[in-house]
């Protein structure tokens, strides 16, 4: 089952393509990561599914329903531009916007309780929101987003604004949701977050797919061509390979891209020749995936 | 529904916790109060000290000046503050250049007043000519009492001339009139004293005026909470739990409830004061009816207005420059209302009973004017009025989903009806 599905979505302001013809299915239970670079459409693909601005075509799905309305209490969304009441307290805060998401007062009194806890506010309950700082706002913004305990939750940039400690906070609460069988879709440009959190990345580079799968399936897709080796002895014969397309040497270590073969098979052919003191499937950091991609992708169009 | 109530709750007591409210609830009957308690003090009192005023007179008649003397004369000795002093001008050669001379003088600034009484003014169809050369607004209660010394004195001589016994003349002028107000019961009537009869005046006002301020009075507040939300930019987080309708919906009736506040202690308070007072003020539960019904309507008009307004304005500022039209068609029945007043069942109450912005107001002021407008008239603006707000209100709500969104450049009149045009 998905819990989100787009079709071929189209938008466009003005000149500007800002998605063009995405498509994407988020499985429920997922962490699924919108990256790519500031102006990609990620927050505008976001804003979609929330229904906050429409596309122009296409088709959005939420738990299998084109009308978002209808399933609004079972989102949580934080969107990328923070805002809540100064002028409230935060306790006050939070129980406004769980009380618009539909709580009633009795789920009320102990959740509110529970996300101070959670994020660390508890000391500020009766503080205004004007009197937090920027990261302490970001963690009960966050509350808000999901004191009503939503089944799916977007995140537009959950993590800028926050020092180290919190965003690690942050990654555990939603690790802790996905391991409640929630589904969170988050995006970011700051790739080794994703890295750590996401099962599922989509990176998208002026409104268009340009992948979209499972991360560790993306990234051995990506690594088979890459090997680090060290050999003892002469290591002149390794250009000569037949699965051999580019080597590269540093010193001592090799790194070598190969055509379609397999590693294991060029492991074999090394080993024939040569004493392998080091052998390295170089899986690609998502940052260099990133950078490849997109910069292909920047090329292409220029 | 549960949510339009949450969203009314929380903008209800958000706002009735501003300290522009609490001081505009308080402030205005307080103002009202200082104001009613200094004009009665001052218009009271004597006059406080005022610099000497110099009179000159040129009497052609030649046997007025004695009388006019023995006038002012009392007065400076009742008014020590503030003399009145008489400059005889005589004529010398001629009437005219002693008038020249007169006018120089006051020009001169000799004299602030100056006046000619002409030879035949006891008997013939002569004048009392009061000259004056830029006269201080200060000085012109002054001037009124001069004059009517003079007057007073042309009246007496003439009384005399003419044999009239002046006490036979007052007492024959004299018709005793007492006004009475019975009361709904036998024995509760009471003399209306002037003071009645202008409250009787004022109640058509007031009630005008409590619909003007339960209308107009929220918009400041719907607008800064409009602005608000959308320069903190709560409002994606808003819009994520509820739809763009119900926000509206939500802050409407969220305002609405600070209006009906304002005006039941309003109310309240006015009551109180005028039973103080002693001023029986006619309210009958069917005026309280149509009141209730014509705020509620006007106020739905005035704030679907508003949200409207502030969600296409990113600035307090913004919304002023469009604020102005609508404030100026909803002050009209604000200046407008002695005459309306006057003639309740006149073409121009009518009209504008129609013109559904003014339509609450004015038909307010109607009923309370205490006119006969017949049922059908009610039934009618009633009908025209509620299509108006339904228009208006689903107008409203296509320019608040899309505005409320909008960032930047306020969008143009052009690209607010393309808005209106998209489903």
Known sequence: MNAATLENVCKSFGQVHAVDNLSVQVPAGSVYGFLGPNGAGKTTTIRMIMN????????????QDGQIERVKNRIGYMPEERGLYRKMTVRKVL????????????????????????????GWADKRVEELSRGMHQKLQFAVTVINNPELVILDEPFSGLDPLNQDLLKNIILEMRNEGKTVIFSTHVMHEAEKLCDFILLINKGKSILDGRLDEIRSRQSAHTVSVELDGDAGFVERLPMVRAVKSEGKRLDVTLTDADTQQFLQALMQRARVRAFEVKVPSLHEIFVNLVGASDAQDS | MHRILKVAQREYIETAKTKTFIIGLLMTPVIIGVIIFFTKAISGGKAGPRPDIVVGVTDL?????????????????????????????????????????GKTKLRNGQFNAYVVLDEDILEGPGKIRFYTYK????????????????????????????KIDKKLLARLRNVPLERLEIGAAEGREQVQSQGQRIAGMMVPFFFMYLIFMGMVGTGQHMLSSIIEEKNSRIIEVLLSAVSPFQLMAGKILGLAGIGLTVMTLWSAAAYAAASWQGLNVGITPQLMVYFVIYYILGYLLFSAILTGIGSVCNTIKETQ??????????????????????????????ALSFVPPVTPMVMILRLAAGSDVSLFEIFATVVVLAIAVLVVIWTAAKIFRTGILMYGKRPGPLEILRWLRQS
Do not use: C
């Open chain 1, 52 to 63: 906050i601005i429409r596309p122009d075509s296409g088709r959005i799905e939420i738990f």
């Open chain 1, 95 to 122: 129980a406004y916007f769980g009380a618009i998401k539909g709580l009633d007062t009795k789920e009320l009194a102990h959740r509110v309780p529970y996300w101070l806890e959670q994020v660390d506010l508890a």
């Open chain 2, 61 to 101: 008649s030649k046997t007025l000046a004695e009388d006019i003397k023995t006038s002012f004369d009392d007065y400076n000795k009742r008014n020590p503050n503030s003399q009145f002093l008489l400059q005889r001008l005589d004529v010398q050669q001629d009437a005219n250049s002693t008038e020249a001379k």
């Open chain 2, 135 to 162: 006269p201080k607004p200060a000085n012109v209660d002054a001037f009124w009492t001069i004059e009517n010394f003079f007057r007073k004195a042309v009246e007496n001589r003439r009384y005399e001339i003419e």
């Open chain 2, 321 to 350: 420059s469009l604020m102005m039209p609508v404030m100026l068609i909803f002050v009209i029945p604000m200046i407008g209302w002695f005459k309306l007043v006057q003639s309740p069942d006149g073409t121009l109450a009518r």
